[in-house]
C-alpha cells in the first residue's frame, strides 16, 4: 500500500516527499519583520480574511494546562462566524482525539472530534498505513500515555508497554538478567514510539533500549524539548525519548509538527488550500516551521506559551511568523 492509496483510499495523504526543498533561511528571509496586530482593528480585519482555514496549535495557545486563555472561545467563535474553518493540530499525544474532546467540551471549548489532529493520530496512520509492520514482528512497544494506546487501537495495532502498570516499578537484578539475555523481551516488537510519559522510568527505557538494539524501528509522536504547563515549563516529549537517542545514537522519525508527513496528512484529510490556511502557534521549532516548511499562507505566533519575540529575532532564529499577537483573543478586536 502506499502513500497514493492513503489519498485514493482513505483520503489521508502521507509523503515522504516532504513538500518544502527550500533552506528554510531562504523562506524566513522576507519574514525578519513579523506584522503585530494586537490593538489594530483594520490589520486584524485584513488578517482574517486573508485565510479560510486555521490551524491551531493547542498548549500554549487555547490553554496552559487546564486553564483556558481568556477570551480564546469568543474569538473561536468570531471566526467561526465569518466562516472560518478551525482545525486544532496539537503536538500532544497524551490523549486521543475522543480524550481531546472531552477536554474541550470541559473547558468549554466547542469543537468536533473531527477538528481534532493530534501526533498520537498521526503516528497510529503512519504506522498503520506506511509503515505497515508485518507479522511476526507487527507489535509496537509504547512510551507514552493513553492517548497513544487509544489511537494505535483505532488503527488496530496492537501493543505493549505505555501505561500497563507492570513498568511502574524500580528495575530488578531479575529484570537486568532477563533483558539482558532477551528472555523479558516480546519477539514481535517491531517499533518502539515514544511520546509525553508522566510515568517515565529506568525500567521502561531499558525495555525501549533492548527493543531498538535488535532493530526496531524508533518512532517519536514528536520531540519539544519542554512542555508548557500552569504558566511554567516541564520535560516536554522530546526530553522522555532523549535518553534513547544517545543510547542508540539514533534520532526517531518524529510524527508531529514540523513533521510535513503531519501536514500532508492534514491536508489530505480537509482538502484546504494551503495559501488560504494559516497555523497559529506559540512553539517556533514546531507550529511556526510546520506552516513555513508547509507553504501556508501565512503563521500567527501568540505570546502566551513557548517562544518569545526575542527569540524571532535572534539572527539565527528556526522560524520567523508572518503575524503575531500578545495573546489569540487580541484578534477579538476585529468584531469592534
Ligand atoms: O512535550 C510535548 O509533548 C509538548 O510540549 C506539547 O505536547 C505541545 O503541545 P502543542 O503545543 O503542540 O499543543
Ligand atoms: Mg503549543
Request: hydrophobic share 40%; proline share 4%; aromatic share 10%.
Amino acid at each position: 500500500m502506499c502513500w497514493r492509496h492513503c489519498q485514493a483510499v482513505h483520503g489521508i495523504r502521507f509523503s515522504e516527499h516532504s513538500v518544502t526543498t527550500a533552506p528554510l533561511k531562504a523562506l524566513n528571509e522576507h519574514l525578519r519583520k513579523p506584522k503585530y496586530l494586537s490593538g489594530d482593528v483594520a490589520s486584524i480585519n485584513e488578517f482574517i480574511d486573508k485565510f479560510d482555514v486555521f490551524l491551531f496549535d493547542c498548549d500554549g495557545v487555547l490553554w496552559s494546562g487546564d486553564h483556558v486563555f481568556e477570551g480564546v472561545v469568543e474569538t473561536l467563535d468570531l471566526l467561526r462566524s465569518r466562516g472560518k474553518k478551525t482545525v486544532f493540530v496539537t503536538n500532544n499525544s497524551t490523549k486521543s482525539r475522543p480524550e481531546y474532546k472531552k477536554k474541550f467540551e470541559g473547558l468549554g471549548i466547542p469543537a468536533d472530534e473531527d477538528e481534532i489532529f493530534g501526533s498520537a493520530y498521526s503516528s497510529a496512520i503512519y504506522v498503520s498505513r506506511i509503515l505497515k509492520l508485518a507479522p511476526p514482528k507487527n507489535k509496537v512497544f509504547v512510551i507514552g500515555e493513553t492517548g497513544i494506546e487509544k489511537e494505535l487501537t483505532t488503527e488496530n495495532i496492537p501493543f505493549i508497554g505505555g501505561t500497563d502498570p507492570s513498568f511502574r516499578r524500580d528495575i530488578t537484578p531479575e529484570d537486568f538478567k532477563g533483558l539482558a539475555d532477551g528472555s523479558l523481551l516480546d519477539s514481535e516488537v517491531g517499533c518502539v514510539l515514544a511520546g509525553l510519559d508522566w510515568h517515565i522510568n529506568y525500567l521502561k527505557l531499558s525495555h525501549a533500549y533492548q527493543y531498538l538494539r535488535r532493530g526496531a524501528v524508533f518512532l517519536a509522536t514528536n520531540v519539544d524539548s519542554t512542555f508548557p504547563m500552569n504558566h511554567n515549563f516541564f520535560p516536554g516529549a522530546g526530553s522522555i525519548s532523549i535518553p534513547l537517542v544517545n543510547m542508540t545514537g539514533q534520532e526517531p522519525v518524529a510524527l508531529g509538527k514540523p513533521s510535513q508527513a503531519m501536514m500532508d496528512a492534514i491536508e489530505g484529510k480537509f482538502h484546504l488550500d494551503r495559501a488560504r490556511t494559516c497555523m497559529v502557534g506559540d512553539r517556533l521549532n514546531t507550529d511556526i516551521k510546520f506552516g513555513i516548511e508547509g507553504r501556508l499562507g501565512g503563521t500567527l505566533a501568540v505570546l502566551t506559551g513557548v517562544s518569545k519575540k526575542e527569540d524571532w529575532e535572534a539572527a539565527d532564529a528556526v522560524a520567523v511568523p508572518s503575524f503575531y499577537v500578545d495573546r489569540l483573543s487580541d484578534l477579538r478586536a476585529a468584531a469592534q
